[in-house]
């Protein structure tokens, strides 16, 4: 550090990006090898997100979405353009930079709700009483304290979809990628949901990408909406929900809420 | 659903037993049934107490035979089992094959194991070893065949090596499906050493049934099977307790305390402070 800051760069960091992006897309397009011939799933996909920003992504079924996050996860590789997260390409799964969240909360039935937790931290050999620390503050902080010893069978949809997410967050990546983590649950509880994941994100400061189907959902939680085509997908809008936060269930009435809302409807609408 | 009046199924099947037992220990001394097809309980126990080291003996070489053929049958079929259903290729070519011949009756190779192997414990381990083989094979194929791909990609998403996605994925979450292999398996080799021991052979339990049924002894005829289906019943006690152990999660009759309120215990509501 000390000899770094003698050169005339900025201490720590390789070049901090002027704009604080957390990703970066830029031309992105996919095209899947099936059986039946090449399939187009993304085209010339450009988006940036910025750091500490929650990003919405809605689209029609299967336009893409989730091939585009799995890209962003560094879980499927690309057929073209580049993904910078923090100035650096994503190849491969890396848990420290991105954590994931997947719509079945994928939770494995033979740990307890903690040991599911602590699951990446083991991964890397993490020494067992860090783990269950970590483990431990994740679980108050989803809101689950004392549910630590259950397995994924004695818990409710909501409380696994809370196990989920603490495991995205244990090792603290600054992004968060979520698939739908709402979509298997029911109407009142997904958005008890949205509202206890706006409540951790605002302490966890992350950057979040968040699909989803559900356009209150979608004005309910984003700093910004961006809308896909149907396949091969484009990004063809992006809507920026200017609500103020911390958001409430309350604002779901107002006019600016249900306007936001049609706004987006109206491009779905176009773009199926 | 159930009235609480019924009293819990364990006392249910115990007060079967202790009928069945004392049916059997009534009914041929009443004469109902003449002593030479169904000898009493106690008269069979008791050659069982006279004749014990010979039935002692016996057992040895019925538990050797049927030790190596669960040996062969569950080694054999899991890493077959493991092999066949992982790998995408093979499942197809040879999954219909094996699931064809688990359905053909085995004790027609019998008589060629004799032949192979000699009438002494070798054809009986390789001959029960294979009709066990079937069960735990097919089971374990199924069992990595139906892991949720989802699983894999979450442990991929939190870094996990190919090593790691095995060890820590793949082979608990076949787990429940292996023991259900296993389980039946072992019942198979049992009843594979027992059955072949019956046909031909010069010691064992089976054989036991054999050599006293043409010399028309019911007791001992009686006294083997006895032993035999208490062998079988252990067996599977043993193999249910284990897999208890290891397959917690799978384990129906959990208390079922999930969720009381969707939103879980002391949330705050209360939006981001
Ligand atoms: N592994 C694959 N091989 C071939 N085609 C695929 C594969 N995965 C996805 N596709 C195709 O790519 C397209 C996009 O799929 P994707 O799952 O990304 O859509 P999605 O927007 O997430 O859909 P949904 O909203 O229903 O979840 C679909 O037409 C799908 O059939
Ligand atoms: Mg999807």
Redesign the pocket.
Known sequence: MANLSQTMTVPGQQDTPPEKAAIEVANLSHI?A?AQGA?P?LEDISMSVGSGRFVVIV?P???????LLMMLAGLRAQSQGTILCHGRPISNPDPQRVGVIFQEASLYPWLTALDNIEFPLSLRGAPRDERRRRAQAMLILVGLEGFGERYPHELSGGMKQRVSIARGLVQDPPVLLMD?PFAALDEQTRMTMGHELLRIWSKTSKTVVFIT?SLTEAVFLADEVLVMSA?PGRIIDRIAVTLTRPRTYEMMATDAFGQLRERIWHQIRKAD | MRPRALPAPAKVRWAMLVTLLLAWELVPRTGLIPELLLPALSSTLKVLYQDSHIYWAALLVTLYEVALAMLIACGGGIITGAVVGGIARLRDLLLPVFSSLYAVPMVILYPVFTAWFGIGSESKIAFAGIYAFFPVMLSTAAGIRTIDPQFILAARSMGATLTQQVTRVIIPASLPAVFAGLRLGGALAIIGVVVSEMLTAAAGIGYLVTLNRTILDSARVFAALLMILVLSVAYYMLARAIERRVVVWQSVGRAPKAAQAEGGPGVPVAAAA
Request: hydrophobic content about 15%; glycine content about 26%; aromatic content about 6%.
């Open positions: 899947y099936g399939v799933a689209g079924s299967g336009c893409g979405k989730t091939s739908e189907h396949r």
